[in-house]
């Protein structure tokens, strides 16, 4: 899976919102998003195959 947002990216972001995240934090959200994305996408997929 190409990972197009990085974890300095997903600070800032959260930083801008005013939620203050290490680097550490920032890996592991980003590693719980990407692999619900891949749960959500296969939940998809195997629905259409019905």
């Known amino acids: 899976m190409n990972k197009k947002m990085t974890p300095e990216m997903a ?3 959260l930083s ?3 939620i203050a995240v290490t ?10 998003i990407y692999r619900l994305a891949e749960i959500t ?3 998809i997929l195997d629905h259409e195959d019905c």
């Not at 680097?23 to 719980?32: K, R, S, T």
Request: proline content about 0%.
């Open 41 to 43: 996408i296969t939940e």
């Open 23 to 32: 680097l550490e934090d920032a890996v592991a959200i980003l590693e719980i």
């Open 16 to 18: 801008e919102q005013g």
């Open 11 to 13: 600070v800032k972001i």
